[in-house]
């Protein structure tokens, strides 16, 4: 029997590749912060696929997942489709952090501690 692979799945890469190209400015931001080992000597990846869903930033180390909210996340399907979604990744074991957008520009440092406190080490 064929085991399912959970991680990076072949059917989203080129959706994947797509999201890498076309970062909003918040998440831009964020990954200049995160990419290369820069925070904490933790390795990021960006737009990674769990599941049938792509996340915006992942930590295999740590289990973690940073989601960064613009506009569209504001109304009320929106916010039951990111609810499900987020418990789905909880139910793996992953942890998942939210941001508004403009919190990453207006507030890094307080960005920067939420994310840390979710380290497990």
């Known amino acids: 029997m064929q085991k399912r692979r959970l991680h990076t799945k072949k059917e989203l890469q080129e959706y994947r590749r797509e999201l ?9 931001f964020l990954w200049r912060q995160l990419k290369g080992r820069k925070f904490k000597g933790r390795r990021f990846t ?4 769990i599941g ?18 613009g506009e569209v996340h504001f109304n009320e399907k929106a916010a039951a489709y990111d609810e499900k979604r987020t418990q789905y990744l909880n139910s793996l074991g992953y942890t998942v952090v939210r941001f508004e957008n403009r919190m990453v520009f207006d507030f890094l440092p307080s960005v920067f501690m939420e994310i840390e406190a979710n380290f497990k080490a």
């Open 52 to 69: 049938h869903y792509i996340v915006d930033f992942y930590c295999a180390s740590e289990k973690l997942i940073i989601e960064l909210d």
């Open 20 to 28: 890498r190209r076309t970062l909003t400015p918040a998440e831009a």
């Open 46 to 49: 960006r737009q990674h696929s």
